[in-house]
Structures are given as structure tokens and as C-alpha cells.
């Protein structure tokens, strides 16, 4: 399978979510385990934000992100 975009700005793309149902032995624990790894891939952006927030503060991090 291709590399396409599941997810823009935030909202699961139905088209792809389709495909991959109609591709898996189990569609209901194919979706489970996708919707899992997205809650981890989250957790982890929040996280690594909170650290970087706390270590270097807000200005820094700003600059970093946006120069």
C-alpha cells in the first residue's frame, strides 16, 4: 500500500479509513489499533512539547519553531 495522507488538519480522510476496512481480516480491530497508535503519536506530541516548554520556555521555543 501506497504512503497516502490519512488524517488532514486533524480529521480522518473516509475514503482511506474505507480501503483499509475493506483490506483487513478484522476491520473493527484494525480501526482500534490505528485510533491507538494516533492517541500514542498524541501523547508523545504533548509531551515532547510540555518538556521543551518547560526546559528552554516559550520564546525559545517559538524562535526554534518559527525561524
Given at each position: 500500500m ?13 475514503e ?6 475493506a ?8 480501526m482500534g489499533d490505528?485510533?491507538?497508535?494516533l ?7 504533548r ?19 518559527f525561524?
Amino acid at each position: 500500500m501506497p504512503f497516502v495522507k490519512h488524517f488532514q488538519r486533524g480529521r480522518g480522510e473516509s475514503e482511506i479509513t474505507a480501503i483499509i476496512k475493506a483490506n483487513v481480516r478484522v476491520p473493527e480491530r484494525a480501526m482500534g489499533d490505528m485510533r491507538a497508535q494516533l492517541a500514542s503519536i498524541r501523547t508523545g506530541e504533548r509531551r515532547r512539547s510540555a518538556y521543551l516548554l518547560k526546559r528552554y520556555g516559550n520564546q525559545v521555543v517559538q524562535r526554534a519553531a518559527f525561524s
